[in-house]
């Protein structure tokens, strides 16, 4: 049944970008924003909806992506293709970093210190000017060369982030057939009761952060290689890490389609809100900020039930 | 032989001693009771034996392996089941999930731990009501509840924390029976409980604390007369 579903899904998500054979260019742009911000809110759902540890610290694991993939490209000439999956691994480890510290702590405690990874982040990335070129950030020189990840059709971009989407979608569907995924939901209901049940809670929570942060990671070289410009205040962002949290919530969280939905739905609003009044600066945030009051009022399980609830009552 | 012994086991909370040189053994499926008055530190004796606090000195020996300062989860894989005073269900979970959970402690795969948790389901007496949500459950069901989830680890010691109170006569007397069962499949039990008249009725031996210390233990009927006994539970003049 799911599996099908996620089938389905793969076919309809593939074919999305197609239309922009007739709706043109920016439409494929806002394709493939959506499914940026679907990726990043699934991937994130692995810690904060499942384990239930809201992490504000994602926007950090997309820069240790984008950064490390790039600095491979740009000193010692490693395709992006193999710098992802490097610059996923060492996004994944670095979760470790604040697991170590912040995975003993419970709570809001866990959410501050995951807040500070990402201004750490953004401020080893500003300081270390030699490495990373500091504020100016690093360019990409265009290549349109496809074995450097590089496309001159925009439509093979929005099936790659497609592609990391589904991997995205398809652990959290792993998880959620395993014993990893009962434990996870155990670690999110009561932590303690979780460890009388023989559950190494500090290992489960630590391998959900790792995956959750390592697609992440993917994504973070994505970024880089379909904007070619990357900063530290572009990536390393509070602002960007509570949008990711933002999206997943709008979703519903701890559900396979809740954050990839938010995500979907989050990027669509922005556009057009951006679209309609682009002269009053904010007026997205403010209106996204009341639909997530509205939200967690109606159907604090996100809007993806509220939609399934309307659907069954018909 | 003893299956769990306690050897001068001390906890302290800053100047307060909550377990003062406590020790005690079980032997393989015995039923012990531990009674004392509130502030006695039962429940710091199940949180210290569980894994859930440090004790600041003695040994908490299991068979012949020294478990003191095992972590919690450790102490579960050892074979030590706990359930809580205050029951804490995975809420969000229906109770067979909850059960499942416990079970996947023994076995990996997700089929045969839901076997096993159909089961001990079966034990309980919820298989009724095993698709439901554990916060649509009554106290009754989240009592039983946490001794299934507590069973469906395969525990070889079952520490139950006072798993009868703010239940009515009628429930105690099913629980009881569901106490009896659950020694007859060969599982060593502690029992800690407010209810004297309840614990009388299944325990082999009552350990009395009062204040921390171990002031007596025994037969159930010896211990109810020991004049400590009464002096802890109803003070001085009646003893």
Redesign the interface.
Known sequence: MERRRIMAMMVLFAILPLLGEFAGRQYVTLVIMMFFYATLASAWDIMGGRAGQVSLGNAGFLAIGAYTSTLLFLRFGISPWVGMFIGATVAGLSSFVIGLTALRLKGVFFVMSSLAFVQVVQLLLTHFVSVTNGDIGLFIPLTSNPTQMQFSQPIFYAWLIDGILFLAIFANYSIS???IG??L??IR??E??????????GLYKSLAFFISAFITGMVGAFYAQYFLFITPTSTATIPLSIQIVLAAIIGGTGKIWGPVFGGIVFEVLTYFLQLSFPTIAGLNYTIIGALLMLIVIVSPQGFLALVERMIRSK | MNLLKLNAITKKFGGLLALDHVSLQVDEKEVLGVIGPNGSGKTTLINVI???YQPDSGDIILGDTNITRW????I??AGI??T?QNT??????TIK?NV???A??VK?D?KE?TEVAQKVLEETGLQGKAERLAKDTSIQDRKRLEVA??L??SPKILLLDEPMAGLTEEEIRDFLALIQRTRERGITIILIEHIVKAVQQVADRITVLDYGKKICEGKPQEVVKNPDVLKAYLGEDYA
Do not use: C, W
């Open positions: 057939k395993r014993r009962f434990y939901s155990a209901e009561d303690d009761a979780a460890q009388a049940l023989g559950i190494n809670t | 569980s894994g859930f972590p919690a989860h450790r579960s894989k089941a706990r809580f804490r269900p995975f809420l969000n979970m999930e499942i959970v416990g996947l402690s990996s997700i731990a989830r507590a469906s680890t």
